[in-house]
Nanobody
Framework: QVQLVESGGGLVQAGGSLRLSCAAS????????MGWHRQAPGKQRELVAR???????NYADSVKGRFTISRDNAKNTVYLQMNSLKPEATAVYYC?????????WGQGTQVTVSS
């Protein structure tokens, strides 16, 4: 089992920044990648950014150049730095830990961007 605890969400004005954190614990040796997904009201959950154990990253086109995913292996923590935030980024952001056979999810943290 893997446990994920997210933090860092909140309310920010358009153009502002937030940094989300996701601390992983438990049996993380099978986790090959971690990522951030988001779900806005009435919409499907979508991938925002992902980082592999080796450090390779990929991003949704809508956030490229503004969001940065990183990890601190010593702390088993993944971060999402979000800059130049837009109102359409308003959503619940979920941390995910991916194994071959399953994905673990955090409880989610609300990000609200006001215009």
């Amino acid at each position: 089992q893997v446990q994920l605890v997210e933090s860092g969400g909140g309310l920010v004005q358009a153009g502002g920044s937030l940094r989300l954190s996701c601390a992983a614990s438990g049996s993380i040796f099978r986790v090959y990648a971690m990522g951030w997904h988001r779900q806005a009201p009435g919409k499907q959950r979508e991938l925002v950014a992902r980082i592999t154990k080796g450090g390779s990253t990929n991003y949704a086109d809508s956030v490229k150049g503004r969001f940065t995913i990183s990890r601190d292996n010593a702390k088993n923590t993944v971060y999402l730095q979000m800059n130049s935030l837009k109102p359409e980024a308003t959503a619940v952001y979920y941390c995910a830990a991916h194994e071959v056979a399953r994905t673990y999810w955090g409880q989610g943290t609300q990000v609200t961007v006001s215009s």
